[in-house]
């Protein structure tokens, strides 16, 4: 069974930073498979997708994050990542990564808290 795992969240004053990482168990080559997204879901509301990136590097971005998200993945080391800058507290959510369409079981996610 597939579990993705991701990490990276935590608390961070509005303009700053964080990057989210996301791997799999048994080193399943699912990143160079599918495409990979970050969702993310804020209290009350439906998770939402924010950022995706083919098998072929073709990469597309929600309108509330376009230019400042940005989403890579390490085929090495079986990582996708979400590098966040200039952060809103708009962006405060439970973030996930998961297929696109999601395919898998989905992970605890990450909790990012921006205060303003």
């Known amino acids: 069974q597939v579990q993705l795992v991701e990490s990276g969240g935590g608390l961070v004053q509005a303009g700053g930073s964080l990057r989210l990482s996301c791997t799999v168990n048994k080193n399943r080559n699912i990143f160079n498979m599918y495409t990979m997204g970050w969702y993310r879901q804020a209290p009350g509301n439906q998770r939402e997708l924010v950022a995706s990136r083919t098998t072929y590097g073709n990469i597309n971005y929600a309108d509330s994050v376009k230019g400042r998200f940005t989403i890579s993945r390490d085929s090495a080391n079986n990582m996708v990542y979400l590098q966040m800058d200039d952060l809103k507290p708009d962006d405060t959510a439970v973030y996930y990564c998961?297929?696109?369409?999601?395919?898998?079981?989905w992970g605890q996610g990450t909790q990012v808290t921006v205060s303003s």
């Open positions: 998961n297929t696109v369409p999601e395919r898998f079981t």
